[in-house]
């Protein structure tokens, strides 16, 4: 950790081999006096929160310049701290530390400066350093305010025991000030970790919870969203947000997302649920980023469905999905010419089917058609598996269906018992998976391929990550792969276990995630494991 930095200015980012930054005085605009009295009451006008037009204005493209510190810092000019609820070390409120034993980023200086003084949410892609930024935020706050408390939330408990890690080893605040809150711990062991540590590592649920009974909103001085765009709705990040401003005001919030909205709604909603008055964003494309983007090469390859994923397509739509589509159509429900049954979608099924809701609303309608709809769907869902993920997934599903013997899909149970062109041929399929020559689908015999030919192009000391989008494809590519050990040692990571389905606790994505970091750290002529997910998982392992 390296001595205080001075802050009087902008930011100026710590010169090579140097152990601190100074910030020297704006030559621009006016003078800023030293920050001693520099604290984190609102803005002057309270309600003022970033909008839209502001995020365009303060981040626009490329070709022009986003709004400088000196400006955002002379916008609120220096403040007081005598009317703070939170005991206050002045002596290290004139100062803020900065780390200089990681590489010096300039971007990271920057927007860790903002951080500090305005409640800002940071867009950065994946692994450019948003954890690092958070750690410095929270040691200096925990050097200004000996009493407060500092809550980090994360969705999920493996993301939380990622970050406690990753904020030891930034700036190495003492682990006795620190602690892993869970709901799965005692009320009364709760309490007492409250009451004795300062910084907490948590999920919302969690946090909120404990809010009414064992936390005292009043001492918190800053608040840290991981994951920040989920806070939207009645999402626990937005409910824990309003509860503290309920009881205290005077707090620092700081947001970190990957992708912050996929519009521009979405990102307001997260800037008004969160309180958020500064956007620090940046793209893969932005050129302070840009020396720190790894490169990627995106290759799309397409693949022929194989012979016999068509001939069992072909049943499926012909003896099964067509007749019912025809149902539908007799009935009503679809027009004459509803096109292409191979481009009935599960999506256009379902929204078909609202429409036909919202005018049974009038009466006159034959409702016995829900059934119909439902089988629809289902039988969308079904051809898409098996023409998108293969055989496995789409047997899987259909048995799942027959065995459960749900009510609500007895009409559909009934179609696929009854049927003489696809009941024998669904029969046979187990038998035929056995058998070595079987291909589920064509995609995984060329995923094979390139994988055992990357290792056999001495990469031995690589890892390689699969991601699928669903679990039981994520399975199958393992299995698969299994085959092949040792060039080929796969990993599952799988989301959370439900009732009866495939998934992982998170103690085990904890082990698989612990197994994957330590094959990292071996020496290079040991083999490494291969990662396989189903999608949106372990995407922050290198």
Request: hydrophobic share 35%; aromatic share 8%.
């Amino acid at each position: 950790m390296t001595p205080p930095v001075d802050v009087n200015g902008r930011p100026k980012p710590p010169s090579s081999g140097a152990n601190s930054a100074k910030l020297p005085q704006s030559s621009k605009g006016p003078t800023l006096g030293p920050r001693s009295t520099y604290t984190l009451p609102p803005p002057k006008d309270p309600n003022r929160q970033t909008t839209i037009s502001e995020y365009r204005e303060v981040f626009p493209s490329v070709e022009t310049s986003p709004m400088t510190d000196e400006q955002r810092l002379a916008e609120d000019g220096p403040c007081d701290t005598s009317e703070l609820p939170h005991e206050v070390d002045q002596k290290a409120l004139k100062s803020w530390v900065y780390p200089t034993n990681m590489p010096e980023r300039l971007y990271q200086f920057t927007i860790t400066h903002c951080a500090l003084f305005h409640n800002t949410l940071v867009c950065l892609p994946t692994g450019l350093g948003k954890t690092f930024i958070a750690a410095v935020v929270i040691y200096n706050y925990w050097r200004w305010f000996p009493k407060g408390k500092i809550i980090f939330m994360a969705p999920t408990k493996p993301l939380v025991s990622q970050q406690v890690k990753a904020c030891q080893q930034i700036v190495g605040i003492p682990q006795g000030q620190m602690d892993i809150i869970t709901g799965a711990a005692a009320p009364h062991t709760r309490l007492k970790v409250w009451e004795t540590k300062r910084i907490f590592f948590c999920t919302p649920q969690t946090f909120k919870n404990d809010l009414a009974t064992r936390c005292d909103a009043r001492q918190i001085v800053l608040l840290v969203f991981d994951e920040a765009h989920r806070a939207q709705r009645n999402y626990a990040y937005v409910e824990a947000y309003a509860q503290v401003m309920t009881h205290n005001p005077h707090f620092r919030v700081l947001g970190l997302s990957a992708t912050p909205g996929t519009n521009m709604d979405a990102v307001q909603k997260v800037v008004t649920n969160l309180g958020i008055q500064r956007i620090e964003y940046r793209s893969e494309d932005s050129p302070d980023i840009v020396p720190y983007s790894h490169k990627k090469c995106i290759t799309e390859i397409v693949v022929e469905l194989s012979d016999e994923v068509n001939r069992l397509a072909k049943v499926v739509m012909n003896w099964l999905f067509r007749p019912v589509l025809e149902t539908l159509k007799k009935g009503g429900a679809l027009a004459e010419r509803y096109g292409s049954a191979e481009d009935m979608t599960p999506f256009r099924i379902h929204s078909l089917r609202q429409d036909f809701r919202s005018k049974g609303k009038d009466g006159g309608l034959n409702w016995n058609l829900e059934a119909e709809f439902g089988m629809a769907q289902s039988l969308a869902y079904a051809y898409d598996l098996l023409l998108r993920h293969g055989i496995c997934p789409f047997y899987q599903f259909i048995n799942e269906l027959l065995i459960e013997d749900d009510p609500k899909h007895q009409k559909l149970i009934a179609l696929i018992k009854k049927s003489k062109h696809f009941k024998p041929v669904f029969d046979a399929l187990p038998g035929r998976m056995l058998e070595p020559t079987f291909s589920s689908h064509p995609k995984i015999d060329r995923l094979l391929n390139m994988i055992l030919s990357h290792f056999a192009e001495s990469h031995a000391d690589t890892k390689v990550m699969i991601f699928a989008e669903m679990r039981n494809s994520a399975a199958h590519i393992a299995d698969v792969l299994a085959k092949h050990s040792p060039t080929v040692r796969p990993s599952l990571f799988l989301g959370q276990k439900k009732v009866g389905g495939l998934g992982q606790g998170q103690k085990e994505q904890l082990e698989v995630s612990s197994q994957v970091e330590r094959q990292a750290n071996m020496p290079r002529s040991k083999s490494f494991p291969r990662l396989l997910s189903d999608s949106g998982r372990m995407s922050s392992i290198p």
